[in-house]
């Protein structure tokens, strides 16, 4: 049963920095790995997209990177801004029917 | 063009009650996805609809949870004689048609469900 992980459960760092979450998945028979950005209250907004014949994909300050053999995925942010401050879920895709999400990671970017 | 829109957005009811959530996909979606987020927990897969079909529902709890889609209007998950451990924020996901292990899940602003 694919299980996703995320590390650290939460990170403060201050403006400025740049800073890499990290996800693991324990089945590497995946379609696709996506990373999201969930606001208190909110819903989810999807942040990029990785095929798992890709190694990784880039949006503006965001860039994450897929090794689907170790079964490991990370989402770079540069240069933080307090905007950034959220809940970051990563999901794997096993099949067409759903999501495996992780438990997120929750940023706080102090000015 | 409007994003997945779920309705009501906040749904208080009391033990025994029957709750209602509705769900209406992007426009040109026809795949539809229901999760639960419970306090302090990921989200977990519930149900996966196309229209007038349940394509897979492994991950709904046996009793007294159904979810539809119907030919016209919205999709509906319905939770009869509600627990206190329902009480979770609910969210819908769309997709468009094709071939659906590769497209993105679009989500809405989820329903959060208290239970009194």
């Known amino acids: 049963k694919q299980e996703v992980t995320q590390i650290p459960a939460a990170l403060s760092v201050p403006e400025g920095e740049n800073l890499v979450l990290n996800c693991s998945f324990t089945d590497s028979a995946i379609y696709n790995l996506q990373w999201f950005r969930q606001d208190p209250g909110k819903g989810l907004t999807s942040l990029l997209l990785?095929?798992?014949?890709?190694r990784e994909q880039t949006s503006g300050r965001l860039n994450a990177s897929l090794d689907k053999s170790s079964g490991r995925s990370t989402l770079y942010i540069a240069a933080s801004q307090p905007g950034d401050s959220a809940t970051y879920l990563c999901?794997?895709?096993?099949?067409?029917?759903?999501?495996?999400f992780g438990t997120g990671t929750r940023l706080t970017v102090i000015p | 063009n409007a994003g997945v829109m779920q309705n009501p957005r906040h749904l208080v009811r009391r033990r025994g009650q029957e709750a209602r959530l509705r769900c209406s996909p992007m426009k040109g979606h026809s795949h539809v996805y229901w999760y639960r987020q419970l306090p302090e927990e990921g989200l977990k897969f519930m149900v996966y609809?196309?229209?007038?079909?349940?394509?897979?529902e492994s991950g709904m709890p046996k009793e007294r949870f159904s979810a539809e889609f119907p030919k016209e209007g919205p999709s509906i998950l319905r939770i009869q004689q509600v627990v206190r451990g329902d009480s979770a924020a609910y969210f819908c996901?769309?997709?468009?048609?094709?071939?659906?292990?590769?497209?993105?899940?679009?989500f809405g602003d989820g329903t959060r469900l208290s239970i009194l």
């Open positions: 999901a794997v895709r096993t099949g067409a029917n759903n999501l495996f």
């Open positions: 609809l196309q229209k007038e079909n349940i394509i897979d």
């Open positions: 996901a769309s997709s468009p048609p094709g071939a659906g292990e590769n497209q993105p899940q679009h």
């Open positions: 990785i095929q798992s014949s890709q």
